[in-house]
């Protein structure tokens, strides 16, 4: 008897926005800043006058035959970690962010390589995190090579695989150099990389984006390309309409991504969200963006393409009550909706800030969620009936062979949360971050991730120290300092 998943949007309503967003295509269209897709939707039959392409409705069912319907992903020493389809759930970092927020002493500071390192080692030790995220954050690189030197960081640190962005077409060919330097030369056959890019809404694709994105298919990474409209701002007030825009600039991307590559790998969704009209930011603690990530999900499965899901995040500031709930609501909601490929976890301050006490905190709130959606199972063993003839009335059950057979099976061990008797946290006054942060130390002693071997790290080395020259430093960024 397992938790059954919930179900927001029906076939007709999922029906009903896909045709919405074909006839945005149709009728009022998008704009394509970039010459080299204009001409391959014009070649194929999209009607253009000047940046705008309309796209006839063949075109895109199109994109969603040629898509693969499963995504394989694997990590830096050529083992399978994800497989995108169906009803299988990851969740990953949200990785870098402007600032990092350090729980010890209650303060940001900006992100470094540092942080990076730290963000990383943690991640590779939480099992329940299956991936990690390089969003070109850290302040003391470089902006031109960021980008590189966050990757290298992280390839160090853990062997997960990454989700990365990049800072120009070129370096997309250069990160898959390193991918390729740090994997064993590892091929598109086995990605540990996938690339993120994202429309600008509503409805425009920007010039170097889609550029990004055809380097990124020529290197043979699998795509995400997020649409994140915002309900009253970037998209309409409705969600049905936000869903609508954001549904319809992704199906574009996909047309022009199949168009340039037939059979392209490139996974379903975005962050649909809203905006917060009081402080004009996007929340990603509101009800509105939890609802539409769960409409992501189930419009994935709609088109029988992998989805994006978005968790363990929240616009409080550091850990407390807030943190806790949007990020633990944000967790349950995208397993339950069985969302595949699931990130933000451990960003705060409504994307603007992360930390590593974070990450431990979500990855002990996953193994919860998915105890519940494991359920109870109900058979013969469990039932119990012999042991409870056995044990009868005013018995205990403790000591019995079936307890020590079961109970680690049924039973979620947990590692921080609070279940002291009273006397003794009377005693001991240590709160529940005290844990948490000494865990999070101890584990940057402790845990040892797969490390890369020397001649990978020089070939990376090398790589990067090349790519730097055009940056004219007196010093090269450090991004063999050990996680601390």
Request: hydrophobic content about 40%; charged content about 20%; some cysteine.
């Amino acid at each position: 008897m397992k938790l059954h998943g919930l179900q927001l949007l029906t076939a007709d309503e999922c029906r009903r926005l896909h045709e919405a967003s074909l006839a945005v295509l149709e009728t009022t269209g998008v704009k394509v800043l970039n010459s080299r897709g204009r001409q391959l939707l014009q070649a194929a039959g999209a009607r253009l006058a000047g940046d705008l392409a309309r796209l006839p409705r063949e075109l895109v069912s199109q994109a969603l035959r040629q898509a693969p319907k499963a995504v394989t992903v694997f990590d830096r020493c050529g083992n399978l970690t994800m497989e995108l389809r169906e009803r299988n759930s990851y969740f990953g970092a949200g990785g870098p962010a402007p600032q990092y927020w350090d729980e010890q002493r209650r303060r940001f500071h900006p992100f470094r390589l540092a942080d990076c390192a730290r963000l990383a080692h943690i991640c590779d030790a939480c099992e329940h995190l299956e991936f990690d995220m390089a969003m070109a954050h850290c302040a003391d690189a470089p902006v031109a090579v960021r980008d590189l030197y966050e990757v290298a960081v992280m390839i160090r640190n853990s062997p997960k695989p990454i989700i990365f962005t990049a800072n120009s077409p070129d370096n997309v060919s250069v990160l898959a150099e390193i991918f390729r330097a740090a994997g064993s030369r590892h091929g598109p056959e086995k990605p540990y990389g996938i690339f993120y890019s994202e429309p600008i809404s509503p409805l425009t694709h920007a010039p170097e984006s889609l550029d990004k994105i055809f380097r990124a298919l020529d290197e043979g990474f699998p795509i995400l390309y997020t649409p994140a409209p915002m309900a009253g701002a970037t998209g309409p007030a409705t969600l049905a309409g936000n869903i609508v825009v954001g549904n319809a600039e992704w199906l574009s991307g996909l047309a022009l991504a199949q168009l340039y590559k037939p059979g392209a790998a490139v996974i379903y969704g975005g962050v649909f969200a809203n905006l917060d009209y009081g402080t004009c930011i996007m929340p990603y603690g509101s009800a509105e963006l939890h609802l539409q990530t769960v409409a992501v999900a189930e419009m994935g499965r709609h088109y029988c393409l992998p989805s994006f899901g978005t968790a363990g995040c929240s616009d409080a500031s550091g850990a407390d009550m807030q943190s806790g709930f949007e990020a633990g609501v944000l967790n349950l909601l995208n397993l339950a909706a069985s969302a595949n490929l699931i990130h933000d976890v451990g960003w705060l301050a409504s994307a603007s800030a992360t930390s590593a006490e974070q990450l431990l905190i979500n990855n002990a709130m996953i193994a919860h969620c998915k105890r519940l959606m494991a359920g109870i199972e109900v058979n013969e063993q469990t039932l119990a009936l012999n042991v409870i003839r056995e044990i009868g009335p005013g018995g205990s059950f403790l000591a019995h062979d079936h307890t020590l057979s079961h109970y680690q099976a049924e039973t979620l061990c947990t590692r921080f949360w609070d279940r002291r008797p009273l006397a003794k946290r009377l005693r001991d006054k240590k709160s529940f971050m005290d844990g948490v942060i000494t865990a999070t130390k101890q584990l940057l002693r402790s845990h040892r991730p797969v490390p890369m071997t020397d001649a990978q790290t020089s070939l990376v080395d090398g790589i990067l120290k090349r790519a730097t020259k055009r940056c004219s430093l007196k010093s090269l960024p450090d991004w063999l300092t050990p996680a601390r």
